[in-house]
């Protein structure tokens, strides 16, 4: 090995190993998903479009933007359902009520079709080819 490979793969290296202490620092932990190919391939699409002219997201960006527009979505609902007072049922706070004590009676916030504060999908997926270039 020449000295400017060699010189190359010690910057490499001395970027690498303060790259990870900037995440120790952060207490990043890496978290694996499983994806089928054609969920790669959309989060990849989703990436690339949701950047504009810029780079494409990296697949971790584009996650932990996904999580932090949920957590404010999320408390955002979380307000409105305080609003609509205490379960009709058990007479506690929303969301934790009864903590599924009387789950299963229609009166009960926890009632398994109360759907206030889960995550929906749209059946069948949505066909954004039109918008995406290359498909």
Known sequence: ??????????????????QREREKAL???????????SERADLDDLCRVRAGD???YTR?????MLIQIDKRKLAAELVELEK??????????????????????????HWPSNPRLRLVVQRPPLDL????SGK
């Open 27 to 37: 207490d990043i932990a890496e978290v694996r998903l499983k994806l089928s190919a």
């Open 1 to 18: 090995m020449n000295k400017t490979k060699a010189s190359d793969a010690a910057k490499a290296r001395a970027r690498k190993q303060a």
């Open 54 to 56: 810029e780079e494409p």
């Open 84 to 109: 609509s007072g205490p379960c009709t049922r058990c007479g506690e706070s929303l969301p934790g009520g009864c903590k599924g004590l009387f789950k299963g009676e229609p009166v009960c916030w």
């Open 129 to 132: 080819s039109k918008w995406i």
């Open 60 to 64: 971790d960006e584009y996650v932990r």
